[in-house]
């Protein structure tokens, strides 16, 4: 990584403190929710990975499913 002409080491983060962060964002929700600041439903859509009204389709259902875990 360069920054301002610097080259800067990558990050490096390590599984405890991905795990850490975590469940401190786990309590922060939980203590959202017991506050009333946000409803579950709410928090579900704020923490999907897709939209709410995402719409996704796969054409060939067999087919991938076939591809994907039947090849040998």
């Known amino acids: ?3 301002s ?3 800067m080491d990558p990050e490096i983060v390590t599984f405890e403190e991905l795990d850490r962060e975590a469940r ?3 309590a922060r929700d939980a203590e959202r929710l017991r506050n009333g600041e946000i409803t579950p ?7 999907s990975i897709f939209p709410k ?13 076939t591809r ?5």
């Open 41 to 47: 439903e709410e928090l579900q859509e704020e923490n």
């Open 53 to 65: 009204n995402a719409k996704i389709t796969i054409r060939d259902l067999t087919g991938f499913l």
């Open 1 to 3: 990584m360069v920054i």
């Open 5 to 7: 002409g610097k080259i």
């Open 68 to 72: 994907t875990y039947l090849q040998e």
């Open 24 to 26: 401190a964002d786990v």
